[in-house]
């Protein structure tokens, strides 16, 4: 298991100012670098992670990271996301599970997959969480991750004060 925070902020805050992301690394992630690179690339967990921390960083936002390998782990992180008041979820892990805590929460969430889940085998094809997700990003390695978080800070830096999203008007 892995937890790391990074950032400045371990409350939240007012929209656009840091943002609270948590982002879940599912079974198996904590092997990447080494787990069938073809399907997933070359870069570790540890890699995925410094990256995102940076761009937290950056930016002002608290980025902090979990990977576990267990799904009840991740139910209960999920459960205590509410409770910290975490703005957004970047998530690599698909299950009726992982879906009903999702729901549950309510809190936006963007769904992350290292490899194209639509040109490997049938069965991963399918998930429990693209019709609720905010966005999904398949088949981009690494970089899928940081093209999520910029998605989760742009999204966080468009909420109105009271949480909803502003609208732009049409000219």
Known sequence: MTTKRTGRVATKSAPGLHPHVLVMHGPNLNLLGSREPKHYGHATLDDINRTLASRGDAVSAFIETFQ???????????????????????????????????????IPFVEVHLSNIYAREPFRHHSYLSDLAVGVVSGLGAYGYELALEYALHHLQNRTPHGSQKTEKAH
Not at 71 to 98: K, P, W
């Open 68 to 106: 576990h390998n267990h799904e009840g782990a991740l139910v209960d992180r999920i459960h205590q996301a509410s409770r910290d008041h975490v703005d957004f979820i970047v998530i690599n892990h698909t299950s009726v599970a992982i879906r009903d805590a999702l729901a549950a929460v309510a």
